[in-house]
């Protein structure tokens, strides 16, 4: 599958973002929004001024949430980032590479205890801000699998994580490299209503009614 992908696709070059902070922000707004929504946020804050992690530091609240209006259920996810941004100085001095250094295992539970923090999204921390080699795995992962009969339906995300990990090398750049290309084969042809004739899996066996 990763063969087929890179060939019809190429390097994807993600995550989308400038910074490293801009990746972090974008993990947290893109729960249960559109992409698209997220952008519009993220230029607001730039706009502002606001994407370090000082001047974020330094936002009310009430602040934070009318800039990242646009990526919907903002006062939440303002209350999200805010727990992050506490985590990071109260902890780790503003420096976000000492809060992703060490033990992999014991990172990923500091960053699920921060509140608003699932896996999905502490594990596109890790590998898009962190370079640690761990699997991201999306909704659009589970649906490609799903019908290409490697999963079944009531697989949880960390079935669908531990799969990729047990199956390929724990590399960094494979993982993030395999997680862009899924997600791009998923906008393109695996949709919710499936798109086969031209996807670059469509010779391998799949159900498109799933």
């Known amino acids: 599958m990763y063969r ?8 994807q070059h993600w995550w ?18 559109a992409w698209s929504n997220v952008e519009r946020a993220i230029a607001n804050l730039r706009r502002a001024r606001a994407l370090s992690w000082k001047a974020l530091r330094d936002l009310s609240e009430s602040e934070l ?7 919907g ?5 303002a209350g999200r980032l805010r727990a ?10 503003g420096s976000l590479r000492a809060m992703l250094d060490g033990d992999l295992t ?3 539970r500091r960053l699920l205890a921060i509140r608003g923090i699932g896996p999905e999204t502490a ?9 640690r080699p761990i699997f991201v795995a999306d909704a659009y992962t589970k649906r490609i699998l799903l019908r290409h009969h490697l999963i079944n339906e009531n697989a949880g995300y960390e079935a669908v994580r531990w ?13 993030n490299e395999y997680h862009a290309l899924l997600v791009a084969v998923a906008k393109k042809h695996c949709r919710s209503k499936a798109s086969c004739p031209g996807c670059p899996l469509e010779a391998l066996a799949h159900d498109d009614s799933l």
């Open 4 to 11: 087929l992908l890179f060939r019809a696709y190429g390097p």
């Open 123 to 131: 594990d596109a921390i890790l590998l898009y801000v962190g370079n």
């Open 73 to 77: 259920t903002y006062r939440v996810k």
């Open 65 to 71: 949430a009318e800039l990242i209006r646009p990526s």
């Open 163 to 175: 799969l990729f990990q047990s199956s390929l090398p724990a590399d960094a750049a494979i993982f």
């Open 106 to 108: 014991a990172v990923r």
């Open 84 to 93: 992050f941004v506490g985590e990071l100085w109260g902890r780790h001095g």
């Open 16 to 33: 989308p973002a400038r910074t490293a902070t801009e990746v972090v922000v974008g993990a947290i707004l893109t729960q249960n929004t």
